[in-house]
């Protein structure tokens, strides 16, 4: 279908006036430059890739096999010692990975591990009923059940207990049976954390050896998936405002409820193991990590936030500081009791705590929303 | 990108501007003028165009995996957060029932082939593309696949849906029904301690591959994923060959999750406008003939319509009129959960049904005491509207003169005669699914690259199972917008009704029948230009 004028003739043929008319109203205004800034993209969109996803990735896999291990010794010396040994290491992989889901996106998706391993709620009648029915589990088999009978929160049930009263579980209270659950849950668990380290870094689709290594899609963007860097710092951005209004909006928020009269404990993450505000505040570090470009500790290399400084310096101290906020609300939660976040949705000052961070997590959220997001438009690559 | 855009488009600019000032004021050199603007004026009309939703184009999300997961910036707050609260019901991952804690979650199945709508449509997108490891020699689709088999009894052709002939809907395979449901809650089955977590059967996927060759000798490999079905439930193992699915009547049609932006756009096309562009027996002569489905519409059915048919919109074969009853017909059948549209178990009235309502003692009934369905009324509503108002990428790379050329050449190979670049979208006192439109989605110039009608694409796509009015070659032309943001938003996503091509390029070379001149023109384009077509196709 041909048209006799296109947008670009119809400009044209205005300039062409404009030229020979002498008028410099129109000639002028066609003239102005874009405001903007410039940022070279590159060395942040590196080490943001290498050195804090890559990274934390690798972080998880070793953490992840950790806890396989420690669930193979519960198994083969079931000991209060290795219990405890055990639930150590179920929250020490969740901290790499609640960091991690400040970038939610690739691999962890596209394989469907994010279901795999983090479905919530879990599915506590199946469970039990598996548990009543079968006489042994092994990991080829678990792999093919349902998401909500394994990962994170299938582990910690059968670790912690109901988490009611409670977080603390006893050897005499889990069968053999159960360890071999947990034990053959976590095997499929390290398997698909070794598949997403693998697809990040060897081939983003593990069965198609030429596929390309999933952090080249990101360092060299002109691709089938990342069109230009625009792309990749858009998707960082959206990655830390997504699990911002996840934490604020979703996690802490739902079971928080209107009032103290319509709380919802069921709706708590990690309410079994007691480590919701661990889980929180690793979330929003994780937004942290990404946004300064190094690990609380390291030395200072390159993030979001020189992209952010680039065009407004006072804008990037602003949101570091946001972020800090969030994180020293979201841990002021406990309060002096240290109550876990499922009894402090319950408590008159808890409550006032818990809206304390809320409101941190919103200010940030609609900074990056309305501050930072919007700094593409005015990017000059 | 977007500054980038507009820098180039100040360079493109001030170039053509720089000749066309020194031409325009020196009458000597006019006729050059002329010519040069001629070439221009002559660009397809679609070159330049950013905002394919017209004002319902994403902001800040066009350039990576959020692109389709945005809501159209111009909904009112209200809109926005019914749309906000949709987006909620669509992550949410449904249960067994009964589940005390969260009845609002129970109901799942107890057969399906996802727990939650996300599954199939990762990040709003099209699902990933099952893969084999290598030296496997095929594999179960379980939780990660997106794709699963429509199923019927071949009964012929349906020309015109009457009441007699129950509107030309598929004739179901006797205990199994329209779909076939590979996975299941714990006990779905009789025989659950053996194959917990199985539905009406095991469905395993292998491929096939074929190598095709350009004019120019440059060859490219094509891969067609192929389906057995084993321990059908309604048999014993040593006796499938009797099952009902395993007859050599049953047509199997397989169906990839899809990308859900834009929807409520696409529902707001007149019927006359699409219907204008149909050519049923082709009386251009152009080779494409392009016609309408006509479905049942279970919307205009609950009303009481008297003739309970409409234009189809919505799925591979257009065998959904609206967003509405797609929605919610994947709500009930995909996962298994019942809603007031469909208020009824998917294998309802089937002995697996029967079975499994004996042995967990009647409490997954589909219906509490009440009646009240598993998913309420305002669920319902809320996640259909979120599929109508996702907002719908913008372009990329406009400027870039491979992707200049690519619009042109898409125009002259004829890729347009189905992929009809735009439409205005109805005004006025219009509705979708049933209730009042929003205003967000009326009087919009959008680019959907779609006819929305029915074209027979040849023998090497067929799935030779009829859908409503449509016939077994028959698919119905995808909207391309967005479609080059596919990968950022799911990298292992694929194309086509099966995800059997892992590019753009495969998919092109998979069009026969009525695209077979284009895609014979496009394979003898020169190697440069194919990738500009594919360049301008992924700006898209």
Known sequence: MIFKKSLLAAAVSALVLTACGGSSSGGEETNVEPTGFEFTATEMITNLTNDVIVVGYQNLNSAAADFLLALQSLVNTPTEENLLAAQQAWKDVRVPWEQGEAHIFGPVDALSIDPHLDTWPLNTSDLQALLDSQESFNAEELATFNDDVQGFHTMEFLLFGDGVTTNEKHITDMTSLEREYLSAAAEVFKGYTQTLYDAWVVANNPNIENSPAYKELLLTANNDVYASQLGVVEELINGMIGIVDEVGNGKIAEPFGSSIANIDTSKVESQYSWNSLADFTDNIRGVQNVYRGEFLGQSDKSGIIDFVSAADAELATRIDAEIVDAIAAIEAIAGESDLPFRQAINDEEGRVRIQTAIDALSILQTSLENDVLTKLQTWQQ | ?540
């Not at chain 2, 330049?48 to 910036?73: K, V």
């Not at chain 2, 109901?107 to 997108?125: A, E, I, K, M, T």
């Not at chain 2, 384009?525 to 301008?536: H, M, T, V």
């Open chain 2, 1 to 540: 990108m977007k500054h980038f855009k507009r820098t180039t488009l100040s360079n493109f600019t001030m170039v053509m501007i720089s000749s066309l000032i020194i031409a325009g004021c020196n009458s000597s050199s006019s006729e050059d003028t002329e010519t040069d603007l001629e070439q221009e004026v002559t660009e397809v009309t679609y070159t330049y165009i950013s905002q394919l939703g017209g004002e319902a184009t994403a902001i800040d999300a066009s350039d990576s995996g959020h692109g389709f997961s945005t809501p159209m910036p111009n909904l009112t707050a209200e809109e926005l957060e019914k749309h906000l609260k949709g987006d909620t019901n669509f992550e949410r991952a449904f249960t067994t029932a009964p589940n005390a804690e969260h009845p609002e979650l129970d109901g799942l199945g107890p057969v399906f082939n996802n727990q939650d709508c996300n599954s199939c449509h990762q990040r709003d997108g099209r699902s990933s593309t099952i893969t084999l490891v290598k030296d496997q020699t095929r594999v179960l689709l379980g939780s990660e696949a997106g794709i699963f088999l429509r199923i019927s009894t071949e009964d012929g052709q349906c020309e015109i849906p009457t009441v007699e002939n129950n509107y030309c809907e598929n004739k179901a395979v006797d205990g199994f029904g329209t779909q076939l449901f590979h996975r299941g809650v714990l006990k779905a089955r009789h025989d659950w301690q053996e194959n917990p977590f199985i539905g009406q059967a095991n469905v395993y996927l292998y491929y096939e591959y074929s190598t095709i060759s350009y004019p120019d000798g440059n060859t490219i490999e094509l891969k067609k994923p192929i389906f057995t079905i084993e321990k059908p439930y309604d048999v014993s193992e040593q006796n499938s060959d009797n099952s009902a699915i395993l007859q050599a009547n049953v047509r199997y049609s397989p169906r990839n999750g899809m990308p859900i932006f834009g929807l409520g756009l696409l529902e707001a096309i007149s019927d006359a406008d699409i219907l204008a562009l149909s050519d049923e027996d082709d009386t251009d002569s152009d080779g494409i003939s392009g016609r309408p489905n006509w479905v049942f519409d279970p919307v205009k059915a609950i009303n009481n319509d008297p003739m309970p048919v409409s234009l189809g919109r919505f799925g591979w074969k257009a065998s959904t009129p609206s967003v509405r009853v797609q929605s919610l017909a994947a709500l009930r059948g995909d996962m298994g959960i019942t809603n007031p549209l469909f208020p009824e178990e998917s294998i309802a009235n089937t002995a697996m049904h029967e079975s499994y309502l004996s042995r967990t003692g009647f409490i997954d009934t589909g219906r509490d005491e009440e009646g009240n369905t598993e998913a309420t009324q305002a669920f319902s509503d809320e996640v259909v509207f979120y599929a109508e108002t996702l907002a719908v990428p913008a372009r990329r790379n406009i400027y870039d003169e491979s992707v200049i050329a690519g619009a042109q050449l898409f125009s002259q190979i004829n890729c347009t005669g189905c992929h009809q670049p735009d439409f205005i979208t109805a005004t006025g006192d219009i509705q979708v699914g049933g209730l009042a439109a929003p205003e967000a989605i009326k009087g919009q110039r959008i680019y959907p690259f779609s006819d929305m009608l029915l074209h027979d694409l040849g023998e090497g796509l067929a799935d030779n199972r009829r859908d409503f009015t449509a016939n077994g070659q028959e698919w119905k032309t995808r909207p391309l917008w967005g479609i080059g943001l596919t990968k950022a938003v799911n990298p292992a996503a694929g194309f086509l009704h099966d995800g059997r091509a892992a590019t753009v390029e495969e998919a092109i070379l998979w069009h026969g029948g009525e695209a077979e001149q284009s895609k014979s023109d496009f394979m003898a384009l020169a190697l440069s230009e194919r990738q500009s077509l594919i360049n301008f196709v992924m700006s898209l």
